[in-house]
């Protein structure tokens, strides 16, 4: 397998116990996002499913969030551009609920998209983060979108 057609990003794990799991998973060959995967290796339930995508809160929420959804399209795709243009206005809709839901919480997205070796990324099949944020959080929110700069790249 090339590293391009691979499941995961190892090196963007945050944790060890979540880089052993992406390990397990990339042996396995299961993409823990898709639509057949998702129940039995995914701890956090479907909250909401659309025609194109589905709604579930991150495994691993980021240090910092009040709340953190992944917004996943059902096809395996690694770039938004794959999708059609009714799957960005159903997930403009999705975005729209979950802010109502969330209020007066504030809310960012972040999606990375493509090559995952040089976006931050670290599963393959495309989803976008949509974090709510309460004031005086315990960190300060980060995501990663591009690969280590050599300021902390490991030498
Ligand atoms: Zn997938």
């Not at 190892?10 to 998702?38: I, K, N, S, W």
């Not at 960005?88 to 729209?96: N, P, Q, T, V």
């Not at 599963?123 to 983060?129: G, R």
Request: some cysteine; proline content about 6%; hydrophobic content about 40%.
């Amino acid at each position: 397998m090339s590293d391009a057609e691979r499941l995961y990003h190892l090196d963007a794990a945050r944790t060890a116990d979540q880089r052993a799991y992406m390990e397990q998973l990339e042996a396995a060959g299961v993409c823990v996002f898709c639509p057949e995967h998702v129940a039995a290796h995914h701890r956090e339930p479907i909250e909401l499913s659309g025609e194109h995508w589905y709604v579930t809160k991150n495994d691993y929420p980021y240090a910092g969030t009040a709340a953190h959804y992944l917004i996943v399209p059902h096809r395996h795709v690694t770039s938004f551009e794959e999708l059609p243009d009714a799957a960005g206005a159903e997930l403009w809709a999705i975005k729209r609920r979950l802010r109502e839901q969330l209020a007066p919480l504030a809310t960012a997205t972040v999606e990375r998209s493509g090559d995952m070796r040089f976006n931050g990324g670290s599963v393959a099949h495309l989803h976008t983060h949509f974090v709510a944020l309460a004031p005086g959080p315990e960190k300060t929110v980060r995501f990663k979108v591009s690969e280590l700069g050599a300021d902390e790249a490991p030498r």
